[in-house]
């Protein structure tokens, strides 16, 4: 079977919008086997089968320093546009477009001013495609490593390629970790989300990181798994992240967004939290 990567992270990104869709019945909402691009089986199959703790704890350290660029959020949505997808034939949004869609979604419901900060860079983390990583480990649901993988992980038939499903101690209902130890003691399968966490705990309110480190951890926030790691504060916070879900999946739209009309306000809102430059 190939190894390429998916032919757009658009392409992902319709998969989430479809498989999380509320107007879907019980029954198609499990089904995927045939109705699944088979470039995105083959994503779901790379990712579960190298997103062992070992990788997840390695990339931790190895992006945690925080030493790949300085620069400001505006300037990392316009890094993150160079971000091409000359194969998807269905979208022409450049990447800053598809975050003020859901910025602007998020605005228009009233919703507080670093609600909507949050909804313009939660995908900011994917800068990662950029500095090399394959889309495995930049998109896709996440799921904790370290302990056994929950049926309702999208594709869980692809943890057997996962060398962790042969370790024992990873295998049982906690793993390495304890009943309601929290999430923020557990290791989620590496990507978007959790480095962009890093990147911003220092500047938004704890809502918004929730928003930003567990928005792919649909396992949780849409299923209901897992809920043997999380904490009381964890379960209260988790309001916020399954209020950001639809804005994040529903958004997208066919009208285009005024980029430059809406820099400046999104630049004085940036400066209301972030400083000029940041370290990633």
Known sequence: MSEGPLQSLEQWDDFVKS???????EEEFRDHSETTPAVVREFYR??????????????????????????????????????????????????????????EAIRRDGHPRWFVL???????????????????????????????????VVF????????????????????????GCGLDKVDLSW?????????????????GLYMIRYHSFYAAHKE?????????????MFR??????PYDLYSKGTDRPDARGLRPFYEELIAEYFPAKVAW
């Open 156 to 179: 869980p038939e692809f943890f057997a390629l996962n060398p962790d499903s042969k370790a024992g101690r990873y295998q049982t209902r906690l793993g390495v970790y304890e009943e």
């Open 118 to 152: 949050t909804g313009l860079i939660h995908d900011l983390g994917k800068v990662l495609c950029l500095w090399g990583e394959p889309q495995w480990a930049v998109v896709g649901d996440t799921f904790p490593v370290g302990c056994a993988y929950s049926d309702k």
């Open 191 to 207: 990507g978007h989300d959790e480095y962009l966490y890093h990147v911003a705990k220092d500047h938004l309110p704890e809502e």
């Open 46 to 103: 790379l990712n579960h089968m190298h997103q062992t703790r070992d990788f997840v704890l390695a990339k931790k350290r190895q992006y945690g320093a925080k030493q790949k660029a300085v620069m400001g959020i505006w300037e990392a949505l316009e890094f993150l546009n160079t971000l091409v997808d000359e194969s998807d034939p269905d979208t022409d949004l450049t990447q800053i477009e598809h975050c003020l869609q859901t910025a």
């Open 224 to 236: 209901g798994a897992y809920e043997h790691l999380m904490s009381e504060h964890d379960r209260e």
């Open 19 to 25: 498989r999380y869709n509320p107007r879907k019945t």
């Open 240 to 245: 916020w992240v399954r209020a950001f879900s």
